[in-house]
């Protein structure tokens, strides 16, 4: 120990000797420098300590510890599902708009909208860059006009329940690395309405044929409908629409083929000659519906993306933007649900469209059932005395006798026309096409109905 610290005193000896010396009158002259240089130095520094004061002072904000204390695990689960509900539907709707503000920017001159210049219409498509094609002409003018003008524009509609549909969409199109725009096919389809029916039998968001949505596994008969289900009928569509994009490289003309069928739209290009590239190439050869279908996708496009500057409001959401899924893995009526928790029947139907007669048929495999979140812990803490009415609300359907009638009460609904109603306001309020009320109730012209007539209305559950 003795020798370690002799050794340290001769280092500490030999450093002190090794730094240079420093004349005394030159240390005085650089401390009288530094105290004539002291007070700038101070005013130098001032501004930035005004600065950092705020920026340090951010954090401390109460908000972003809200929901971290109102979330406390000491709290009821339900409570913490409504908090979570709030919080997740006000950051919906905030998006939703912001959405709107930070990305749409458009001129804000007082040209009334009936009246606007091609150039405008023109440049405003211009401005969605995007892999889809979206060209301006006097066809895609008359769907612009159509979608964006008048008293019953279908934009509000669609804009209230796109803000429930297009965020399962968006992931989905973006999960397969497919153009965002393609989230507009099921507004021309449907509506986005998932119960809607053409004539022909397509159904669903995305109108899928039994056959078309067989083939791509979705489960179809007497009590599911996968095509009704929003989530799995999406990511069929969006298979099948990536396999057209493969066939023809053009999104137009898959867009077309998804409408007409891929053979249609090839006997197209063939007529039209070899060179055709894209679906305005061989529009005078397309059947006639779809020469519309790209027009509608190009016009409610416009129409999602500048629907303010037409005076075009967003309505409120008509579906809980908020919601989980459980898996069920017994056969379950949706009235077990709605009795024992608060969870409306209604609102079961609108969140499980897929269910036809209101039955989750899990007898071999579980089935998801959508819930509004504020309900889902609900359900988890009341699962056993839900499942223990199972004989109470199934024992009508075990019979299939019961099941047939309990099918054609549940086909059809009744409406009695009012005074002022048009077809298609009865239409649009029952979310059914104009089209498909004439053929139910038999009638020749839209323009011939009377008050107090009573129409049937094929029941969308």
């Known amino acids: 120990m003795k020798n370690i610290h002799n050794i340290s005193i001769c280092a500490a000896a030999l450093l002190l000797a090794c730094m240079p010396l420093v004349p005394a009158d030159a240390a005085s002259k650089k401390k009288k420098r530094n105290r004539r240089n002291a007070p700038t130095e101070q005013v130098e520094q001032q501004p930035v300590e005004v600065e950092v004061c705020p920026e340090q002072e951010a954090p401390a904000e109460p908000a972003p510890r809200v929901y971290a204390d109102t979330l406390a695990l000491n709290r009821p689960a339900s409570e913490r599902d409504v908090i979570i509900a709030e919080w997740y539907e006000r950051n919906i709707a905030e998006s939703y708009s912001d959405y709107f503000d930070r990305f749409i920017s458009v001129d804000t001159s007082d040209i009334p909208s009936a009246s606007l210049p091609d150039s405008v219409y023109e440049r405003r498509l211009r401005e969605l860059v995007s892999p889809v094609q979206l060209p301006y002409n006097p066809i895609v003018k008359n769907y612009i006009v159509r979608y964006t003008e008048g008293a019953y524009s279908p934009i509000g509609r669609i804009l209230s329940l796109a803000q429930y549909y297009f965020p399962m969409i968006e992931d989905e199109l973006i999960r397969q690395e497919m153009p965002i725009e393609l989230r507009m096919l099921p507004v021309i389809e449907s509506a986005l309405s998932p119960t809607a029916v053409s004539r022909v039998g397509a159904t669903g968001l995305w109108q899928f044929m039994p056959s078309t949505g067989k083939s791509y596994g979705l489960e179809i008969n007497s009590l599911i409908d996968e095509r009704r289900d929003p989530a799995t009928s999406t990511r069929a569509a969006c298979r099948f629409l990536s396999e057209l994009y493969d066939m023809f490289g053009d999104w137009t003309l898959a867009i077309a083929a998804y409408n007409c069928g891929p053979g249609n739209v090839n006997k197209a290009i063939a007529r ?176 011939r109905i009377r008050e107090g007539q009573i129409l049937r209305i094929e029941r969308t559950r």
Not at 313 to 318: F, M, R, S, W, Y
Not at 376 to 391: L, R
Not at 403 to 430: C, M, N, P
Request: net charge positive; proline share 7%; aromatic share 10%.
């Open 272 to 447: 039209a000659g070899s060179n055709c590239r894209t679906f305005w190439d061989i529009y005078d050869f397309l059947p006639r519906e779809t020469r519309g279908y790209v027009p509608a996708f190009i016009a409610a496009t416009y129409a999602y993306h500048y629907h303010r500057y037409h005076n075009i409001d967003i309505q409120p959401a008509p579906l809980p933007l908020a919601t989980d899924t459980v898996r069920v893995s017994r056969i379950m009526h949706f009235e077990q649900v709605s009795s024992t928790i608060d969870c409306p029947l209604e609102t079961l139907r609108a969140l499980n469209p897929q269910y036809r007669l209101d039955i989750i048929p899990a007898s071999q495999r579980p089935y998801p059932l959508t819930l509004p979140q504020s309900c889902v812990a609900q359900y988890i803490a009341n699962e056993t005395e839900i499942m223990a009415k199972d004989s109470t609300y199934l024992k009508e359907y075990i019979n299939p006798a019961n099941l047939d009638k309990k099918r054609r009460e549940s086909s059809a609904t009744t409406y009695r026309v009012k005074r002022g109603d048009t077809l298609g306001a009865i239409a649009r309020k029952h979310g059914v096409s104009v089209s498909s009320l004439m053929r139910w109730n038999k009638l020749r012209s839209a323009d």
